[in-house]
């Protein structure tokens, strides 16, 4: 069940949805038919999400408001999903006649709360809970760069919708991605806000007990509330869009890095640098990397990163495995133990996702750096 919750609340209920800052989710294939019991976990998990919008909405906290927005967008995404896949509409169950709070009004109130609440802008920037006008992401982007211009991930973003989608694109949009690494290569840190993500769903979900309707029907150890809990918020933090990283890059690789000589090279490894060095996710992290070892020449530089390329790629096989080895090897073990290592970074306010990782493997003895004999699967 506690998987089906997971389903429900992560990027699948994003499917086809586009953000004109953030990233694309398209997810599609043949649509497997359904069990009667198969449904009815469905419904049950789709009005416990509903039963938490209603809670949050009415709170005063501005970051509760916004991720009542979040799960209504969630529920009316997966609703979508589930008609173009030929399921089965889910029929509200639990609460039939409750009213829906309106998601554009939750947007707005939390945005005039928290004008300068970072991660609410970002949310607002990177995948809208509500309506285009309601976010106002421009404006939002302007005002995160404006109190947070030391953050490299604020310049992730392109400056216009119109640039979202744009490789090559047009002189504008080649001078403002330079303008954006440029801004990059004098940043001092990288928030993607991975950690600020899930501690906020996890805050959210605890609004409001876990219905019996739900525990009655999940297995042990995942009819643990706890448990369900955090899969749900974990399956929340997950959906919310980051910036189309690759987009930036494609201006560091190939062809744009030909015509735009070694100006443009320099100031991609500056801001490459700065994302690989400073990086608090492993997709930052991977994607700087990469890109760096397409502007470096060759030499001792070049071969340091692609040691730690390797070495990073060794600690996610490695935490995996340490995960994975954890539990008695059933999936409903498994998702115990991974729900229990996301609290650990969640109770740790200074934690990010490279660090929490890190600490995990270091704690259980296990190399930071790749065997000379380890060979990626």
Known sequence: MALLILGLAS???????QTPFGATVDVT??????????????TVAREYQLALAARLAVDPDPRRKMTAAYFLKATERADAFRERSGQAKAASILHPDAPSPDANELVR??????????????????????????????????????IEP???????????????DAVQGTLADAADADKRLAAIAESTRVNMHYADL????????????????????????????EIVQLTYASGMSMAVAWPSIGKLTERC??????????????????????????????????????TLLEVLPEGAEKEAIRQAQRNRRWQVAAGTELMLGAGDGSISDNVRVQMQDILKLVNDPEATEISHLRDRLVAAGVSLEAP???TEQ
């Open 11 to 17: 990027p699948l209920a994003t499917a086809g949805s």
């Open 29 to 42: 294939g043949p649509a497997t038919p359904e069990t009667p019991s198969e449904q009815r976990q469905v």
């Open 109 to 146: 109130a939390a945005l005039r709360q928290g004008w300068d609440d970072p991660l609410l802008l970002w949310m607002a920037i990177a995948d809208c809970p509500a309506s285009a006008a309601a976010c106002d992401a421009p404006a939002a982007l302007a005002r995160l760069r404006e």
């Open 150 to 164: 030391e953050n490299a991930a604020n310049w992730l973003f392109p400056s216009s919708a119109q640039g979202a």
């Open 198 to 225: 899930l501690r906020l769903f996890v805050d959210a979900v605890s609004v409001a007990p876990v219905p019996d309707a739900v525990l009655a029907i999940t297995e042990p150890p995942e009819s643990d509330p």
């Open 253 to 290: 690789r190939g062809e744009a890095v030909a015509v735009g000589g070694e100006h443009l090279r320099q100031l991609c490894r500056e801001a490459m640098t700065v994302l690989h060095q400073q990086a608090d996710t492993v997709l930052i992290d991977i994607f700087a990397s990469r």
């Open 372 to 374: 000379a004999d380890w």
